[in-house]
């Protein structure tokens, strides 16, 4: 059974950092893209940043501020969040894909999921 558990949320000032993990457990994602999304109340939840082998994508309101990576020994995949802004507050969620489908900006072509964790970002 495949399993994502981030770990990392919590609460932090305008201008901030955090850096959110997730563990996947299960199967191994190196050849498949793993990516991280959010959802702030009320809202769609949105693409945030994926990486796999090829490279990595961001939308363009992190791009700057957050550095996906992945340690393939640990099936870990991070967020490293810099300069965090009071918009930036949304549970913060982990996805996988099973076919190896590249770095995707939809959650469509995810597969796996993870519970998410929050990040609240104080002004």
């Known amino acids: 059974q495949v399993q994502l558990v981030e770990s990392g949320g919590g609460l932090v000032q305008t201008g901030g950092s955090l850096r959110l993990s997730c563990a996947a457990s299960?199967?191994?994602?190196?050849?498949?893209?793993m990516g991280w999304f959010r959802q702030a109340p009320g809202k769609e939840r949105e693409f945030v940043a994926a990486?796999?082998?090829?490279?990595?994508g961001y939308a363009d309101s992190v791009k700057g501020r957050f550095t996906i990576s992945r340690d393939n020994a640990k099936n870990t995949v991070y967020l490293q969040m810099k300069n965090l802004k009071p918009d930036d507050t949304a549970v913060y969620y982990c996805?996988?894909?099973?076919?190896?489908w590249g770095v995707g900006y939809s959650s469509s072509v995810y597969d796996y999921w993870g519970q998410g964790t929050q990040v609240t970002v104080s002004s």
């Open positions: 996805a996988a894909q099973k076919t190896a």
């Open positions: 299960g199967r191994t994602f190196s050849n498949s893209a």
């Open positions: 990486i796999d082998w090829t490279g990595t």
